[in-house]
């Protein structure tokens, strides 16, 4: 028996009063959790533990509440991937692609079945009711718009894991898992620094979203440690052509830009373009670095140097952590993975 299993037994129920969990946990001398690991055959559980539970459910007489969520006798085996974006940008994306894959290839040794839902944001309602109709087990959630979190609310129903971060984590209900943004947005652009550049200029992404607000707070932070103007600034969502839109209002300030840095690689492709147009050279005149390390980063010409986030990573462990809440488990609600720089010619 671990001592992390047990906790001091509180006194029971008032007579009459049919047998919950929390009785059983209390009878035992551990958290309901454990309690709810045990109902699920889980085999994370000392066989000492499992005997304690056991015991205190055959002593009350404590039959599962067939209907609740966190119980195997509701299981359904199926956990759903939901994507609030549209089927055009979801297939097209490699991001979301590289999500799925960590997510199927994780619950491939689990008894899970994964059921991809490419739900609109406009039209939630539908998917809400699908989730919380008994079909599933738990649900994940991977969008760009992460700060949205549409489904939070569902939390407080059904085993749910986003993502990236709320815009107000202490408003949300649910899980998150997210990269360290700032951190690799501010690496990427010291490997601007340290090249020499000194006119640096970034297409930010999107500032409704955490991943936006993150990535441009973490160029303006290296800026700000070397001194450097921070105002070279335009915005781009995720396609080539946002990114060559962008990199034409920059050049068009008749301001010399030596460094760039772009919230996304698909921004960086675009910027490419126009760069060449303008009869400038990557990197002799202008050093370019991305975010994502997706295709875009190792098929462009020069190859992209870009910030490497581990979307299959993520993915994976979006899994993991569903399947542990599923099992009654206790989480921590943030789930912060770390950030690489792939160097490549561009910068």
């Not at 919950?20 to 709810?36: C, D, F, I, P, Q």
């Not at 894991?161 to 010291?190: K, L, S």
Request: aromatic share 6%.
């Amino acid at each position: 028996m671990t001592t992390q299993d047990i906790e001091p037994t509180r006194a029971p129920a008032s007579a009459g009063q049919s047998p919950t969990l929390e009785m059983v946990a209390a009878r035992a001398g551990v958290s309901r959790a454990t309690v709810s690991r045990v109902v699920n055959s889980s085999p994370k559980v000392t066989a000492e533990v499992v005997a304690l539970v056991q015991n205190a459910i055959a002593e009350l007489n404590y039959v599962p509440n067939r209907a609740a969520r966190s119980l195997a006798s509701r299981k359904t085996q199926v956990i759903a991937l939901v994507v609030p974006e549209s089927a055009a940008k979801v297939f097209d994306d490699p991001f979301f692609a590289s999500v799925v894959q960590g997510v199927a290839l994780y619950l491939a040794d689990t008894d899970y079945t994964l059921n991809l839902l490419i739900a609109s944001e406009t039209k939630s309602d539908k998917t809400r009711r699908y989730l919380l109709g008994g079909n599933v087990d738990g649900a994940l959630v991977v969008s760009h718009h992460s700060g949205d979190h549409s489904y939070t609310r569902l939390g407080q129903q059904l085993p749910i894991v986003f993502g990236g971060r709320p815009i107000n984590p202490e408003t949300a209900e649910g899980h998150y898992v997210d990269v360290d943004n700032v951190a690799g947005a501010r690496v990427a652009t010291q490997r601007l620094i340290e090249r020499g550049c000194r006119s640096i200029a970034t297409i930010a992404g999107p500032q409704d979203m955490p991943p936006g607000i993150d990535r441009l707070a973490g160029w303006r932070e290296a800026l700000a440690s070397a001194g450097i103007d921070d105002s070279l600034i335009e915005y781009g969502d995720y396609s080539p052509d946002d990114g060559a839109e962008a990199m034409r209002r920059l050049l068009a300030r008749g301001v010399p830009i030596d460094g760039l840095f772009t919230y996304s690689d698909q921004l960086a492709a675009g910027a490419y373009s126009v760069i060449r147009e303008a009869g400038l050279t990557i990197p002799g005149d202008i050093a370019v670095v991305g975010y994502d390390d997706d295709r875009y980063a190792s098929t462009i010409d020069p190859p992209l140097t870009t910030v490497n986030q581990a979307p299959a990573a993520m993915g994976a462990k979006m899994a993991e952590i569903v399947v542990r809440l599923i099992d009654g488990e206790e989480i921590d609600t943030a789930t912060t993975m770390p950030t690489k720089l792939v160097a490549r010619d561009s910068a």
